[in-house]
C-alpha cells in the first residue's frame, strides 16, 4: 500500500470513527485544543490549529492538526485524521481577552492577525461544515481522497 492509498485509508477510518461520536473513554484520552481557529491548507483540506495539552507525541503549544474530518462544537469535540480533540476556548476568545486588555469592549472580527504559511483561517463555522462535508463526499466517491 502506497502512502496515498494509506492516508485515505486512514481518513475513512476517522470519517466512520466521527460518524459514530466520541465515547467518553475517547475524550478523556484526548489532547486538548486550546484557542483552536479552523484553517484551510492550499490544498483545500480543513485543519485545526490551536494550543494543545495532553498530546501524545507533540509538545505542549502552538500545533496544527493532521486533516479534520468532523467536529462538534457544542459538544466540545473534533475529530482529525489522527486523533480526536477536546475542544476549549475557540480563538475568539483569545481575541477578546487581548482587546479587553486593550480596554476595549470587543475585538473586531480579524483582530488578532497570526499569519501562518501555507494556511488561510476559516472562522466560519457553517463554511466550514459544508468544506468538511465535501470531503466526506470526495472520500466516498472515489474511495482514495484524489480529486
Known sequence: ?????????????????????????????APALNYWRPHITHHGAPILWGMASGHPTLAEGWITTSQLVAIDVNRAWARTASRWYV?????????????????????????????????????????LDELLGAWRERMAFNGNGEG
Not at 17 to 24: H, L, V
Not at 113 to 126: H, V
Request: hydrophobic share 35%.
Open 1 to 29: 500500500m502506497n502512502n496515498r492509498h494509506f492516508w485515505a485509508q486512514k481518513i475513512r477510518t476517522a470519517i466512520t470513527a466521527a460518524e459514530g461520536g466520541p465515547s467518553e473513554h475517547d475524550l478523556a484520552e
Open 87 to 127: 475542544l476549549d476556548q475557540p480563538f475568539s476568545d483569545y481575541e477578546a481577552t487581548i482587546a479587553k486588555g486593550l480596554g476595549m469592549e470587543q475585538a473586531p472580527s480579524g483582530f488578532v492577525q497570526i499569519d501562518l504559511p501555507g494556511y488561510r483561517p476559516l472562522d466560519d463555522l457553517s463554511l
